[in-house]
């Protein structure tokens, strides 16, 4: 949906999909009561269409409930090979500066 200004958010299928991989993630654990954040079907006209999140992991069974867990793991050492972080083998998401996901070549946080 379009801002009040007329301006589309950026990247909005990008928001749904990791909302899903949450959403997934989530069902498989103790909060799975959580997992019901269902993003709606767009159909090809663009028109949203309520489903169940059941029919969402059926059309992605090619998804595992532990996906994003995956992903996140093999972050670190992907960016590691380009931007080494500053206490080598420790690997978090929720670091500062060298040891940020976030971080660039120069030690500073990426900003959007």
């Known amino acids: 949906p379009a801002s009040p200004s007329g301006a589309k958010p950026p990247n ?59 992903i996140c793991e093999r972050i670190g050492p992907l960016l590691d090979k380009e931007i080494p972080q500053s206490v080598p083998g420790v690997q978090t998401l929720l670091g500062v500066g060298r040891q940020s996901l976030l971080r660039d070549a120069k030690g500073e946080i990426f900003r959007f």
């Open 12 to 70: 909005p299928l990008g928001k749904r999909m990791l909302y899903y991989l949450i959403a997934r993630f989530l069902q498989s654990g103790p909060c799975n009561k959580s997992a019901q954040l269902i993003p709606r079907r767009l159909d090809w006209e663009g028109k949203e269409h309520r489903r169940s999140f059941e029919d969402l992991v059926a059309a992605n069974a090619h998804i595992p409930p532990d996906y994003l867990l995956k």
